[in-house]
């Protein structure tokens, strides 16, 4: 029979085991937040109001003749229509919801190691509002300048796995649809109703991603020119990995639906703004 020493070995063994088991289970199953957090997804997402409202601006004054301070104001109803807040838990929400725990966790491994820190960095930095000058002033000259180099082979391999082109033509639709629901507002009560004018802007899809597929291959290379070519592919191959291909799908996806989704609201609000205060 046992004695009491050996009952307490044996419930210090068992108390051990499980404390060692819920250990492991924690690092080896992060949460959607958690990866999510450690990504550039975060700030990324933070620059979406501010790179909508300036889009949508820059839009408004050269394609129409409204009013400087009307196009302001409707650059404002827009950018407050989207919350970096909702658009992230949106994505947190999509990717616990989609990806299993080996995914996360393998997401999240990438994510802590120092070549994908300095990455992180370097996209966060090209995605903020300063940087969209900068990459339009430098553009050409980057091309010129990385014209037959291994950088610049490596951008349809990028382009594909990052899903670079297919994001930046979501954000173009966004923008165009927010534009279009603006100059929709003004029509009144002969104005369009909202499903039709989204099936109108979806129409561009193609034409949109001939324009902004330019504009695309400058800022990566603004963004990766100071990586080398084993540093991208490194990169490269967690983005097309079964957890990173994952992660980027359905971060994506997510983005763009909730870019899509405040649609209705902002023809709402820019109809009110608009209604009586047409030029």
Do not use: C
């Not at 289970?25 to 979406?48: E, L, R």
């Not at 349809?156 to 994001?167: E, V």
């Amino acid at each position: 029979m046992p004695d009491h020493r050996s009952r307490i070995t044996v419930w210090k063994a068992t108390v051990f085991t499980v404390l060692f088991a819920s250990a492991v289970t924690t690092h080896a199953a992060p949460t959607a937040q958690q990866v999510v957090d450690a990504s550039p997804i975060d700030d990324i997402i933070d620059q979406y109001p501010a790179m909508l409202n300036e889009g949508i601006r820059r839009g408004l004054s050269q394609g129409t003749q409204l009013q400087p301070f009307l196009v302001n104001s409707i650059g404002a109803v827009v950018s407050s229509a989207f919350s970096g807040a909702d658009i992230e838990r949106q994505v947190v929400e999509d990717l616990q919801s989609s990806l299993g725990e080996s995914q996360l966790a393998a997401v999240a491994d990438w994510y802590q190691t120092p070549l994908a820190k300095r990455i992180s960095k370097a996209e966060i930095e090209a995605s903020s509002p300063s940087a969209w000058k900068a990459v339009q002033a430098k553009g050409p000259a980057l091309v010129k300048e990385y014209q037959g180099t291994e950088l610049a082979s490596l951008f349809d391999r990028y382009d594909q796995a990052a899903r670079a082109t297919q994001s930046a033509v979501d954000t173009a639709i966004a923008m165009q649809f927010s534009m279009a629901a603006a100059m929709n507002a003004l029509k009144g009560s002969g104005a369009m109703p909202v499903g039709e004018l989204r099936q109108q802007v979806e129409s561009r899809r193609t034409m949109l991603r001939g324009q902004v597929g330019q504009q695309v291959y400058t800022a990566y290379l603004y963004t990766y020119n100071a990586f080398t070519p084993e540093e991208l592919r490194e990169y490269l191959a967690f983005l097309e990995s079964d957890a990173g291909s994952a992660f980027t799908r359905i971060s994506t996806q997510s983005i763009q639906k909730a870019l899509m989704e405040p649609v209705d609201m902002i023809s709402r609000k820019l109809s009110q703004l608009l209604g009586n205060g047409a030029p």
